[in-house]
């Protein structure tokens, strides 16, 4: 059996500051892409830019890690990708469960990406009987009234909800039960965890509509730049007259003015 769920990685043991944990990620994917190239070397700027972060910030960021690069010469690129890798627990085994095998469900399934980064999906979930057995990414879907069996019997150290939203919390109660302590929640909701659970949340339509705010705030930039106004300045404005003076305005105390 896989004792996945009995390591948990060093980085809060050693004090390392939340918001460098979730950049070493990107400073991961970023040198192991100089990785595949041969790349033997990089300097703090070359890979601050492929991360998309200051070098300053990546200098502090690497000093947790006790790593502190060669003057003139940079960052050995295999190391870092070895003690990045160790420090967010990726060297050892972490089975991950799937509950809700629908169009997301399944996509995650078949992602390659995961084995060659530390996460092997060791179970598929799901509510609907008709899914039993169905296999999907080579592994066969499990009904959830097994979780409880699934989750032991496959070391289960991390769950990963993509169920509707109505459903989530129950599921996440039952994978917290069974032991797991790190969900990965795509369900459009907030959770509810005990202390010593970790949740991290991929809402997909929230990232859009922050994108789409970017994009109106562009499209009104270029507007401006262009000399484009909502409104013609030029335009006169219609006459005003005041209410009666037994009338009051809408804040109850200024008669209200209106257009004549």
Known sequence: MATGRTHRPATRSRGIPEATVARL???LRALTALSERSVPTVSSEELAAAAGVNSAKLRKDFSYLGSYGTRGVGYDVEYLVYQ????????????VAIVGIGNL?????????????????AALIDADPAMAGT???????????????????????IGVI?????????????????????????????????????????????????????????????????????????????????TPANRKGPDGDMPAVMPA
């Open 162 to 242: 993509t169920t509707p939203p109505g459903a989530a919390q129950q599921v996440c109660d039952r994978l917290v039960a069974a032991g797991v302590t790190s969900i990965l929640n795509f369900a459009p909701t907030v959770l509810s965890v005990p202390d010593g659970v970790d949740v991290r949340k991929v809402d997909l339509s929230i990232e859009l509509q922050i994108l789409a705010f970017h994009e109106q705030r562009k499209a009104g930039e270029e507007a401006a730049a262009e000399g484009v106004a909502l409104e013609d300045p030029d335009e006169e404005a219609p006459p005003m007259r005041a």
């Open 25 to 27: 990620p990107l400073y």
């Open 84 to 95: 990045i890798s160790r420090e967010l627990g990726l060297t050892q085994d972490w089975p």
């Open 105 to 121: 469900g399944a996509a995650l399934a078949n992602y390659g990406g995961f084995a060659s980064r530390g996460f092997r999906v």
């Open 135 to 157: 296999p999907v990414a080579g592994i066969a879907v499990q009904h959830t009234d097994d979780l409880d069996r699934i989750i032991s019997d496959n070391g289960v150290s």
